[in-house]
């Protein structure tokens, strides 16, 4: 799957499943000062990337997702190995 | 001091559209719409109408508070908007005011969400915010989280007497010193799947399908069970030398508080009424009343066979005789059904808006007399009165028992 695709996809996903603001959502927009994501919100939106994306995504690994663009580029790796 | 009023209920989602639907005998009970209920024994409740979640709230923070919390949220700013009382962030007064919601339940439609969640996909697909959704007492803490709120701020889940219980703590905390101000009352959701499931397989709940607005019917022969309602009530309580001093306008005085326990069943309620005439008695006692100044009853007023025979004799060993057939008796569930954790709260505010208009709200559907309910009930019409106390009555499934008196706006500025 393209970037481009997974950024279309999740971008519906953060509007619909989230309630973000689809104006603010860019590849840099930080999820925590920028999106106003709570600690609660990042756990919504890891099950949100999960089930949209069919992947599975760690603690571990969550924890360096910060910023819209982080998420992409770690579904991207996880559907291209 | 009371200082404000609140509602959010099946007859109306402000306090005038609810009074004037109460004046009017209009039921608020129709077709179960909140979830498909075609196989249910029961297919009627009260449900709040015209309550779109983003009108009040944003869309992000709706998704996190259940309809529940909502109510009781929406009951709670008319309130204060009502008493004028508004608190910045770092007013030096927060700390002396505080909420005190009760709930039969809580958040059941997070519950039954979730729950549905957890059996379909498993543990790890339930929702992070469902917990704070569900607990009973997030709707105190979204109240103080929105208006600034450091003081007391409690739950009390104490079935159907919930609220009344809220009211008369509240009230408790300010007499003593530990708040100024006080916002309290209850609030239930409830009329879900396992709600109605669960009331129906207890046989609780009417059957009057074809019929929903005379399925309420407290204290007549024909009544088959009670309908469940839903929605909020909330007071601003106050102390009084607060209150005059900023020159609010004084509404009325929560001044009598009595409580019981029945100590007999899980659910049915002590027969004789024994149980709720020592909470009653206690009320009176607690505003130095006796039962000749009582001039209105609200009662609890199910719509059950028990409640209603029960209640109605205690009545009679709370108010003796003589006092008890003078004495008007209304049940505005008959209107708006059941609400629960939330009833005290609304129905202590019917006794106050009674008081203090001189209008007694009907008991609607009265159309064949028991012999074991033989009191003045208002029988189907509201009618002037004039009365400056009013006791209203609120029991819960474990036995509770819980009477409140209120005083009008006229005693209360003496």
New interface residues.
Partial sequence: MEKTEIETRLRDVLVSE???DADKINRSANFETDLDVDS?GV??LL?AMEDEFGVKIPDDEAEHIHTVGEAIDLVHGKLNV | MVTGLGVVTPVGNDVESFWSALVAGRSGIGPITHFDASNYRTRIAGEVKGFNPEQHFE??EA??IDPYSQYFMVACRQALAQADIKYGPDDPENASAGVMVGAGFGGMNAFVEEITVLLKRGP??V???GI?KIIANMAAGLVSIEHNLLGPVSCVVTACSASANALGDAAELIRRGAADVMVAGGAEAAITTYGVAGFNQARALSIRNDEPEKASRPFDAERDGFVMGEGAGAVVLEDRDRAIERGATILGELIGYGMSADAYHITLPRPGGTGAARAMSAAMRDGGLEPGNISYINAHGTSTEANDAGETAAIKIAMGKEEAYRVPISSTKSMTGHILGGAGAVEAIVSLLALNRGILPPTINQEHPDPECDLDYVANAARPFTGEYAMSNSFGFGGHNVALVLGSERVARE
């Fill in positions: 989230l309630g973000l609660l756990v919504e099950m | 869309k992000r998704r996190r790890e697909r929702s992070p915010t704070p």
